[in-house]
Nanobody, 123 residues
Framework: QAQLVESGGGLVQAGGSLKLSCAAS????????MGWFRQAPGKEREFIAA????????LYADSVKGRFTISRDNAKNTVYLQMNSLKPEDTAVYYC????????????????WGQGTQVTVSS
């Protein structure tokens, strides 16, 4: 069973950057598909990006494509989310998640979740 811990959130001005990290323990990290999701107050959870384990497939939501980059270091059991050109609408709690499912963008298919890290982008 995997445990996930996010870090790296904080307050940043619009146009700035943040890099989130998600450290995993338990299970075989390299086999998991790793995803990032976010949830803003009063809104539904939103898929952001995913990096599959075995095939190395990467998927981004249109809202972050070109601004965010997902990466993973299997030796460190860690997945990252580099966020550039941040906008106030990126403000949310960001979660990483692990999945064995082929469907990378469906949060319901993810088995394990971190506790989340707050990202606040001021205008």
């Amino acid at each position: 069973q995997a445990q996930l811990v996010e870090s790296g959130g904080g307050l940043v001005q619009a146009g700035g950057s943040l890099k989130l990290s998600c450290a995993a323990s338990g299970g075989t990290f390299s086999r998991y598909n790793m995803g990032w999701f976010r949830q803003a107050p009063g809104k539904e959870r939103e898929f952001i990006a995913a990096f599959s384990g075995l095939l190395g497939r990467i998927l981004y939501a249109d809202s972050v494509k070109g601004r965010f980059t997902i990466s993973r270091d299997n030796a460190k059991n860690t997945v990252y989310l580099q966020m550039n050109s941040l906008k106030p609408e990126d403000t949310a709690v960001y979660y990483c998640a692990a999945s064995s499912s082929w469907n990378l963008s469906n949060g319901d298919d993810y088995d394990y979740w971190g506790q989340g890290t707050q990202v606040t982008v001021s205008s």
